[in-house]
């Protein structure tokens, strides 16, 4: 059996032998007839980066058969804002390698991901999926390579307060129960998202512990297994909607976002990433990191400030972004650092297996044990308001960017820092509000839209609703403003 299927939860893949890009439409219908499936459910990601959906009843073999391949038409102006309403009507097709049994749903039923089509049959421009794959063929044909992405999903979890095993502020991470509290909630979210197709590398309780207003808020942490951005992007949206699910299933309330107590730990979405070549990661050799990793550091540093316009969608993200704290603010990047933007954590390099054996003994030298090249560089300003699509999107231009410039390589030397980079005089800044990050894209949009990844229409929906909340120097006006500065993470509690 391929060791891709073997011990997979995925329950797609173990009723059909099969992974999912190998999925047809005449596999579904099977599994549909064999498991007793009532309903049909698809979902697509509107303008607002959340998963939507649609229920279908299953009437007979020939409707869903129909379902399954016509797809169904959408109003598009109430799922996008740029989308005019007399000529709205879309389509949405499923995609067949994306179908999971939805855990949550009364009746036996099956989800499917869908992409959006214009009334002529062609792809929607501006669709979130589609801006993914149109980055990543860019990407591929012009540099041969293959972005894979990875992302960190960090959450709190509120609920009244433990008097037994109280949390200690700031002082989450790693803990375990009783100590830290709700990893049954993660922990049931890792399965579940699991067997709805997810690759979940593993799951810790993070920092973030803060006692407010006799609630306890508990911060969470779910880091993905890299796969190809265009996949990458479906799990995170997915993944978002599970655990929103079982919290409320719990009872509880869950939050993404950036902040929620100024001066407490906020919620990131670090994305990794890493780049093949012909299925080899290229990130990493037997001298370090490669070139090509450095090139795409710079990608990243020279398009950091537009990239937020994708990463950091509202206000409060720039309560999270300030300066001597693990948020980065300086445009920089380091190894193992924490407080540089783009920092490149261990990668296995040079340890081969000598770490088994001492920890193992009895492990014998020639147990060919394959140490695999993870590197990875991680971007560490984002947060859980971002948009997945059109970050990941957005990060594989700025990755071509960097392998196609000129003095990547200089850049990238220059821009190394090994020290705290907050104390580093001469770099420059993130934005510092959504308005400067309007500012960064309106900058570099001709970079988003060379070669039509990004429509020309969506860049400037995007600094429209990024100027809209009219914040230029938000943090020195809610200085001592308690209240309004409350009613700000309030608004904005349950974004992405």
Not at 49 to 65: C, P, T
Not at 67 to 89: I, N, T, W, Y
Not at 274 to 287: E, H, P
Request: proline share 5%.
């Amino acid at each position: 059996m391929n060791n891709q299927i073997a011990l997979n939860p995925n329950r797609l893949i173990k009723a059909l032998g099969k992974l999912p890009a190998e999925f047809t439409r005449a596999d579904i219908i099977r599994f549909v007839e064999q498991n007793d499936i009532r309903m049909l459910n698809f979902r697509y990601v509107a303008g607002d980066g959340r998963l939507k959906k649609l229920n279908f009843v299953i009437n007979s073999k020939a409707h869903l058969d129909r379902v399954l391949a016509m797809g169904e038409r959408v109003d598009g102006s109430s799922l996008f804002p740029f989308v005019a309403a007399d000529s709205s009507d879309l389509y949405v097709v499923p995609r067949f390698r994306s179908a999971f049994v939805n855990p949550f749903a009364d009746l036996p039923t099956l989800d499917l991901i869908c992409s959006f089509y214009d009334n002529r049959g062609e792809p929607l421009e501006s669709a979130p999926e589609y801006i993914v794959r149109k980055a990543q063929s860019a990407l591929t044909e012009r540099t041969g390579l293959v972005m894979e992405a990875l992302g960190e999903l960090e959450y709190y979890l509120f609920s009244e307060i433990d008097t037994i095993y109280p949390i200690v502020e700031q002082k989450g991470y790693h803990e375990s129960h009783p100590f830290s509290k709700w990893g049954l909630v993660r922990r049931e979210v890792m399965q579940l998202v699991s067997e709805m197709g997810g690759t979940i590398k593993y799951g810790h309780a993070e920092v973030g512990n803060i006692i407010s207003d006799d609630l306890e808020m508990v911060q969470h942490e779910i880091e993905f297994l890299p796969a190809p951005i265009e996949d990458a992007a479906d799990q995170l949206v997915t993944a978002k909607w599970a655990i929103r699910e079982v919290a409320y299933r719990h009872g509880l309330e869950v939050s993404f976002a950036p902040k929620i107590i100024v001066g407490q730990a906020g919620s990131g979405m670090h994305v990794h990433t890493r780049f093949t070549k012909d299925g080899v990661n290229v990130m990493a050799d037997d001298g370090g990191l490669t070139d090509t990793a450095k090139k795409v550091i710079a990608g990243y540093l020279l398009c950091s400030k537009s990239l937020t316009a994708f990463g950091n969608t509202v206000p409060t993200s720039f309560l999270r972004l300030v300066p001597h704290q693990e948020a980065p603010t300086s445009i920089c990047w380091g190894d193992r650092n924490r407080s540089v933007l783009v920092r490149v954590p261990l990668g296995w390099q040079g340890v081969g297996d000598r770490m088994l054996r001492h920890a193992n003994p009895l492990e014998p030298a020639d147990s060919n044990v394959r140490i695999e090249n993870n590197q990875t560089v991680e971007l560490r300003s984002p947060d859980g308001s971002a948009n997945v699509y059109m970050l990941l999107a957005g990060m594989a231009v700025a990755a071509r960017h960097g392998l196609e410039h000129p003095d990547a390589l200089g850049i990238a030397e220059r821009l190394y820092v090994k020290a705290d980079a907050s104390k580093v005089e001469g770099l420059e800044q993130l934005p510092a509000s959504c308005s400067e990050s309007a500012d960064g894209l309106e900058a570099d949009r001709a970079r988003y839209e060379d070669g039509g990844v990004f429509p020309a229409g969506l860049i400037d929906a995007i600094i429209g609703r990024l100027k809209s909340y009219d914040d230029l120097n938000l943090s020195e006006r809610l200085v001592g403003d308690s209240e309004s500065l409350k009613a700000l993470v309030s608004e904005h509690l349950h974004c992405g």
